[in-house]
């Protein structure tokens, strides 16, 4: 029975994934794209993931149906990258779902946003700078596959002591943190509650019983999902996706808390002079919020608005992550993982 239920999840997600790649990439590679210059145009750098792309998109055709928006599809780091070379005199009017560290490394590019009324986010995820708005907080977990530990006789983790237990030896995978932000989450969430000492003799005993150090972040909830493993270090919202299709894996917030990162959204400089860019921006920045809380990551952003997912966990308590955007920092730490 579990494998027919895996099996059938395993097609689903793909069929999902090969439909959001696909409009993703329409989106890319939309004729005309290589220009804001019309005042009815707007272009997006996206680092969302296809399906949260098209939902945005969907929306945005709907509530604008006299703009032109037009949105590029761009991984975290490629996205950064691209901001920081093209500055000022980007072809993008907005950045969308940029993680919160690369976000402040091209806050120069981005402009002031003195005018947005940032009470209405959640304090702990407003930019200082007043250059970005937060767009999603996602959460991490520690997601099991019960049905992998039940055949084995294995009692659920209810720590991350009991993770380094020799019994669950070949059955925990994790990404990278060198090549996954979720990952480096979880660094980062031990380094602030156990010190950098013992956060990294931590990963070290740990390591003993990674069955795959994964280069992304959404691998340890695949592990789980194939039966390759049976207890992931991942993301909250894609270990309820995968329950929502059938799944039989239970999401687990330790005493630490959930490591967690911010995720944003920015107007380019000299760009907030444009009533289209500055009306898209604003629907982002609010009813935006909303659409994705509500849909896919239900971790909360604005203070008066929650999302409601089937599944998701309810009062998260969430790890400290003070100076998750402090990119020097992160590449230090970086520099001591030895996986």
């Known amino acids: 029975m579990r494998n027919a239920l895996v099996q059938a999840a395993v097609a689903k997600r793909l069929l999902i994934l090969l439909l959001g790649a696909l409009v993703a990439g329409l989106m890319v ?56 070379t093209e500055g000022k005199d980007s072809e993008a009017d907005i950045v969308f779902d940029l993680e919160g560290g690369y976000t402040r490394q091209v806050s120069d590019s981005l402009a002031s946003l003195s005018g947005v009324d940032m009470s209405i986010y959640a ?50 995978c994790m990404a990278n943190p060198k090549t996954s932000g979720t990952a480096y989450n979880f660094l980062k969430s031990l380094v602030n509650a156990y010190g950098e000492e013992g956060a990294l003799a931590y990963f070290d005993k740990l390591a003993e019983n990674i069955y795959q150090f994964t280069a992304s972040g959404s691998g340890p909830i695949n592990a789980l999902v194939q039966g390759e493993a049976a207890i992931g270090l991942g993301l909250t919202f894609q270990a309820v996706t995968e329950i929502n299709q059938g799944v039989p894996l239970s999401i687990h917030i330790f005493e630490e808390g959930s490591p967690w990162d911010v ?77």
């Not at 966990?313 to 001591?336: F, H, Q, W």
């Open 263 to 339: 995720y944003c959204i920015g107007v380019i400089e000299g760009k907030q002079h444009k009533q289209a860019v500055m009306d898209v921006f604003n629907w982002l920045a609010t009813e935006g919020v909303k659409l994705d809380n509500a849909n896919f990551s239900a971790d909360q952003v604005l203070r008066d608005f929650k999302g409601e997912i089937e599944n998701y966990p309810s009062d998260i308590v969430y790890a400290d992550m003070e100076g998750i955007m402090d990119l020097e920092e992160k590449e230090r730490l970086l520099k001591e993982w030895k996986y």
């Open 29 to 84: 590679f939309m004729p005309g794209c290589s220009s804001s210059s019309n005042e009815n145009t707007v272009v997006i750098y996206s680092s969302a993931e296809g399906m949260r792309n098209e939902a945005i998109m969907a929306a945005l055709h709907e509530e604008f149906p006299q703009y032109d928006i037009r949105l590029h599809y761009l991984p975290t780091g490629n996205n950064a990258a691209r901001l920081k």
């Open 123 to 172: 304090e702990d995820l407003i930019d200082a700078t007043g250059k970005s708005v937060p767009f999603a907080r996602e959460s991490a977990c520690i997601a099991v596959n019960d049905e992998i530990l039940k055949e084995k006789g294995l009692p659920v983790p209810q720590s991350y002591e009991d993770l380094l237990d020799p019994q669950y030896k070949g059955l925990i």
